[in-house]
């Protein structure tokens, strides 16, 4: 019983404001919360399978040459090993999210200093990791490959390129511009859990254990990878311990993971080492970035330009898409925008963290700061002024847009009036300063499907492939059901995260609520829909609330309206017409202080607010707690994040927690989040949009502005570490 | 990680001859076990040292106090008598890694562990610390966080303590016993080697020899701090580290014991800066000519060449903190 539905006009009904049990919105904590921060939720590494073994990858020393293993025979007879496996289906790196194939696989070549070339699998993990450390690895015949960006041949984007009026002129003619280039590094999404992947095999079929983002994709990765059917592979994934889009694409551990098990017969678990994860799952793609902006004398934007290098590995389509907000966040009528991929050899680039806006908006809002000075006017006004009408490219009307609210709201609440001029105020030792940026991100209805059953007893679950990382997926998808069928949030179980299931969108893009909580709204309009044919009365008349139903002055339990049967429907949401129709994306604006050390450069962010819209919040707990994380990865961004690279053979030095400076607690002070009230009726029949990302689209530029406000000193090249500032103190 | 055996050393002098025997030492283990899991160190056997009572903080005859290699970083950055009269030891340790390794680490171990040179610990990169003769990739790779002074063309690397560039300033003696049963002192600067063409020799310890204790000297007057300049608020290793003990007297200087981390393959101290300061009036001048001394020798490697600037400007900045008159 299937109930399709395509999103192809706006749905202005507005169904979730009515609903008498009052979940959606509220903020609900997650009902997995407890079972993870008391360790009894079951990783993918944390399976105990009877028979189950153990392997370790051994990686490439190189970045060029073909693969020998020399001492593969001794290896092989060590204490515990099963075995040592080259194998061609290997993967020379993660698949891409949404690829739903396979990405280029070898064992035999190195691509990448780093890359998975063979797995040891022993005993026990121990043995195993022993055995592959005592694996000699040699690179033959290897060549001097390009590893920097700044000299690797590039490949222009033409599908990424814009042209429109004449942005040269307008420069020339200016009042007021500003052409600079920033510098962003590579990013690890460093999530706390590890791939892993246990794979066991029942005659030819295959079950995986692991922790990924997107299952229905997944599962075709990995058939297409083995040459098999994927009817023939079930992953399952309940608790992903972190994924910030590095589990997007299959990865290199699940694969190896299936070959190893199949060869053996046995189950086989292969979880990736820390430094593994740095150097052999995604990074985000470095960026140089060149915005050119020309202004009236009223900071009026005539011309907008941008203009960005990326990287990746031969063979990678993915480019990071740095311009993806610049086509629609601020006016500008001649417009010229470019990206070019250099081809290098270092690991893999893909999705981390919001690819696209995160470093993208972030340096477009410090190019803006640094037009607000050169006009002379508030950076915030300097954004009102710039708020176009219609999307400045395809003069579409946007779907919904509360920015202007988003930088009014913020700045009253921070206090943005008492903002300090240029290195004019000072506590001690510390040079205060703040600073403000626009936050922007596309957004996406995807094809997603669920299946609810009302249960006889007045329950119901709610059954999807979807998954949770994090995000409070269970929560949501249990409240949209509770509203809808009139039910306490006790009262829905919500299955997640098994192939086995309804596929649905994956998480992913930030469209993971909005997609995989139509398609529960939609199976349980149906459910109401046949709830009403047997009471009789229209499917709008009925309230449920509390298990019962109440219609034309009667109240009724829903077991007595049931008795005895379960109604069962699965909803499938398609992305229709809207998608195209209008401009469809979130906005807000952040707001942050600093102190600046004035002899060692040392930036502390004493305080942050985001003011943020997008649509419906279907959690305001969950919803805050994603903007805050965005925030705090703004904040790693703006200071300390960066993924090192030699520049000899680009392998990845700091390939570890310890070195890989992600915020701790002590770098986060009091961070406050504004959730603005919006519907919109474009993006699905929730009125949701995403927010998944919204927190880290912008936010570092907050952060290296007000830098400048209290030193007056530009960092243009990420991270704002102390030696680049103290060298303009 | 290497199979190996595990002993429970009864008492210290027994646990000498079983490192002697091809074992090694293990307290906290907050960097050994990691460097096990890597390989870069493959003992034969670990000597477990945590029952031997070595524990104490104990008070000496004329006022310093000795502090036993077991004493966790937690319990003596605590200790009620070291934040009174040796506050720079107390803030050092606690500038140091995060509460859960302060838990475990040890004032022993603290002195042993290892540099954080990224080329160290990968086996895919030659590092002569680790694999002598197989040259240092670290002086034409990334080195930000590498040494600027007492480097070798075999070896960059910095010593990560805060600890033991505290326990420098305070001028703080390391005993131990030898497997022969004899015991010794030294002082900080006399326990760590410069790299020189052996770098993988970090200290003048010889085989078996055991740290039991350090003594610190009588409290002496004056100020105290520790600064540590890092790249991120906590759980980041010092980029650079001045722990300054300060005493004035009639406007002029008295005292300025000074010791730097992150600079160097051991906790720097320099006497020569010590004594340009000493009887004079300060003043920011003077500052930088203590600094030109700390740094007449020193010399960048590129991505490292930062810290030149940086230890000068945290420098004036301690000394200006210490000597200013308080109202």
Known sequence: ?729 | MRPFDYIRADSAEAATRQVADGGIFIAGGTNLLDLMKLEVMAPEALIDINRLELNQIEETEDGGLRIGALVTNSDLANDTRVRRDWPVLSRALLAGASAQLRNKATTGGNLLQRTRCLYFYDRAMACNKREPGSGCAAREGFNRILAVLGTSEHCIATHPSDMAVAMRALGAKVETLKEDGETRQLTLDELYLLPGDRPDRETVLEVGELITGVVLPARVDGRQTYRKVRDRASYAFALVSVAGIVAMEDGRIARADLAFGGLAPKPWRDAQVEALLVGETPSEALFNKAADQLLAQARGFGDNDFKLLLARRTLVSVLTELTETRT
Not at chain 1, 242 to 258: D, M, N, Q, R, W
Not at chain 1, 287 to 309: C, E, K, N, V
Not at chain 1, 572 to 593: C, I, K, M, N
């Open chain 1, 1 to 729: 019983m299937t109930e399709q539905f395509k999103m192809d006009a706006p749905a202005t009904e507005r169904r979730l404001d009515d609903m008498a049990q009052g979940l959606v919105g509220a903020p609900l904590d997650r009902p997995e919360g407890a079972l993870k921060v008391t360790g009894t939720a079951t990783y993918a590494n944390e399976w105990q399978i009877e028979g189950m073994v153990h392997g370790v990858m051994v990686r490439a020393p190189g970045n060029s040459g073909r693969v020998v293993l020399s001492n593969r025979e001794a290896v092989a007879k060590m204490p515990g090993v099963l075995s040592v496996i080259q194998d061609d289906r290997l993967l020379r790196n993660p698949a891409q999210g949404t690829a739903n194939k396979a990405p280029v696989q070898g064992a035999q070549h190195a691509t990448y200093l780093g890359q998975l070339i063979a797995i040891v699998v022993a005993e026990s993990f121990e043995q195993a990791r022993h055995a592959a450390q005592a694996l000699k690895v040699t690179l033959e015949n290897g060549e001097m490959v390009p590893v920097d960006p700044a000299t690797a041949a590039v490949e222009p984007q033409e599908d990424q390129t814009l042209d429109q009026g004449n942005l040269d002129g307008a420069m020339s003619e200016a009042k007021h511009s500003v052409d600079v280039v920033y510098t962003t590094p590579s990013h690890s999404s460093s999530p706390m859990e590890p791939h892993a992947s246990i794979a066991s095999w029942e005659g030819e079929d295959l079950t995986l254990r692991a922790s990924y983002q997107m299952l229905k994709y997944n599962r075709n990765e990995l058939a297409d990878s083995l040459r098999i059917h994927p009817d023939r592979v079930r992953i399952i994934s309940p608790y992903v311990g972190g994924g910030f889009g590095s589990k997007l694409g299959l990865a290199p551990e699940a694969v190896a993971a299936a070959i190893a098990a199949k060869e053996l017969g046995r189950p086989v678990s292969v979880a990736l080492h820390r430094q593994q994860v740095y150097e052999a799952t995604m990074r985000r793609s470095e960026t140089r970035q060149r915005l050119r902006l020309a202004a009236d004398s009223d900071g009026r934007l005539s011309g907008f330009g941008h203009d960005a290098r990326v990287s990746n590995l031969p063979g990678e389509t993915f480019a990071e898409p740095v311009l993806q907000a610049s086509h629609f966040l601020y006016a500008g009528a001649n417009r010229k925008m470019s990206l070019e991929l250099a081809r290098l050899h270092r690991l893999c680039a893909g999705s981390v963290r919001a690819p696209g806006e995160a470093v993208g908006v972030t340096v477009v809002e410090n190019a803006m700061d640094e037009l607000a000075h050169e006009v002379g006017i508030d950076p915030v006004e300097l954004r009102l002024r710039n708020i176009p009408e219609k999307d400045p490219e395809s003069v579409k009307d946007y779907s919904s847009r509360r920015f202007r609210e988003a930088l009014q709201s913020g700045a009253e609440i921070f206090g943005w009036a008492k903002r300090p001029g240029v290195k004019e105020r000072r506590d001690g030792e510390w040079l205060i300063g703040y600073g403000m940026a626009s936050a922007a991100r596309i957004n996406a209805l995807m094809e997603s499907q669920a299946r609810v059953t009302l249960l006889p007893d007045g329950t119901a679950r709610v059954e999807t492939d979807m998954t949770d990382i994090g995000t409070g997926t269970y929560a949501i998808l249990g409240q949209i059901a509770g509203d809808m069928l009139g039910l306490p949030r006790d009262k829905v179980d919500v299955i997640l995260g098994d192939t086995n299931l309804p596929p649905a969108a994956g998480s992913g893009g930030s469209w993971g609520a909005s997609s995989s909580g139509t398609s529960v709204y939609i199976a349980c309009e149906a459910i109401r829909r046949q709830l009403a044919d047997r009471l009789d009365v229209n499917e709008h008349d009925l309230m449920l609330k509390d298990a019962r139903a109440t219609y034309a002055n009667q109240t009724k339990a829903l077991t007595d309206v049931l008795q005895g049967d379960e109604i069962a429907k699965l909803g499938h949401v398609l992305p229709g017409e809207t998608s195209d129709a209008v401009r469809q994306a979130t906005f807000g604006a952040y707001f942050a202080e600093v102190a600046v050390h004035a002899a060692s450069g040392e930036t502390r962010v004493r305080r942050m607010h985001g003011s943020f819209a997008a649509g419906r919040i279907l959690n305001a707990k969950t919803a805050r707690s994603q903007c805050l994380g965005g925030m705090t990865f703004g904040i790693g961004m703006a200071l300390t994040e960066e993924l090192t690279f030699d520049p000899r053979d680009g392998h990845v030095v700091n390939h570890n927690l310890a070195e890989y400076h992600i915020p701790v607690n002590a770098d986060v002070p009091q961070l406050t989040v504004e959730l603005l009230e919006e519907r919109d009726d474009w993006a699905s029949p929730l009125q949701a949009k995403g927010i998944g990302e919204l927190g880290i689209c912008g936010a570092a530029a907050a952060i290296t502005n007000a830098i400048y406000n209290a030193t007056g000193v530009r960092v243009r090249n990420y991270p704002a570490t102390l030696d680049k500032v103290i060298v303009g103190l």
